[in-house]
């Protein structure tokens, strides 16, 4: 119930192209949705986050779809860029209790030049 | 940038040494929270405190593990004795309470190699 599948493990994509992680949950008690950005030798760094009560959530080139009733959430990096080649890691809790973050295994970004 | 500052960065030590990582959080940041980041199991959460309290420290080995937060600027985090199976990243966050229980900026970490 507290698992946080995430896939690809890995994805290459073409700057420019748009680059599309998937998380799925299985706890209908979870309420906040997360995605963290790592970069080698640094700490996760918090990219963006969702709660169920939208759909979709952008910020700059980042956006978050949700889909509550299939329990998933994606990450979709448009245009992206060299620069965006890091380790992505989705989460989730269940924010007002304080619980803890699960989080998904990650999937390394590599955008070629 | 205001950011959560961890030390050491590196450390290696031999089996049965008393480890000690340190962590500033975000001044003005109540929460804090201590996590293990290998290869293996991904990142846990180790403890957390609240406003100095701890919250949640299940996810650590009592046995051998300790946190505490001895003021508001100062997180420890402590093994003692050490063992090989010790060996990760160790990340120190910290957040507002008024943002949710959640880490929201994370230090550096601490490697920790057990020799």
């Known amino acids: 119930q507290q698992q946080v599948k995430q896939s690809p493990q890995s994805l290459i994509v073409q700057k420019g192209g748009i680059s599309i992680i998937n998380c799925a949950y299985e706890n209908t008690a979870f309420d906040y949705f997360p995605w963290y950005q790592q970069f080698p030798g640094k700490g996760p760094a918090l990219l963006i986050a969702?709660?169920?009560?939208?759909s979709e959530k952008k910020e700059g080139r980042f956006t978050i779809s949700f889909n509550k009733s299939a329990k998933q959430f994606s990450l979709h990096i448009m245009d992206s860029q060299p620069g965006d080649s890091a380790t992505y890691f989705c989460?989730?809790?269940?924010?007002?209790?304080?619980?803890?973050?699960?989080f998904g295994e990650g999937t390394q970004l590599t955008v070629n030049p | 940038d205001a950011r959560v500052t961890q030390t050491p960065r590196h450390k290696v030590t031999e089996m049965g040494q008393e480890v000690t990582m340190r962590c500033q959080p975000i001044?003005?940041?109540?929460?804090v929270f201590w996590y293990r980041q290998t290869m293996m199991q991904g990142l846990e959460l180790l403890a957390y405190?609240?406003?100095?309290?701890?919250?949640?420290d299940s996810g650590m080995p009592k046995d051998r593990f300790s946190a505490e937060m001895p003021d508001a600027t100062l997180a420890t985090l402590k093994i003692q004795p050490s063992e090989p199976r010790d060996s990760a990243v160790y990340f120190c966050?910290?957040?507002?309470?008024?943002?949710?229980?959640?880490?929201?900026?994370f230090g550096d970490g601490t490697r920790l190699s057990i020799l």
């Open positions: 989460a989730a809790s269940k924010e007002t209790s304080g619980s803890r973050l699960t």
């Open positions: 405190f609240r406003n100095r309290a701890p919250l949640d």
């Open positions: 966050a910290s957040g507002k309470r008024d943002r949710g229980d959640q880490p929201q900026h």
């Open positions: 969702i709660r169920p009560d939208v």
């Open positions: 001044l003005g940041h109540n929460t």
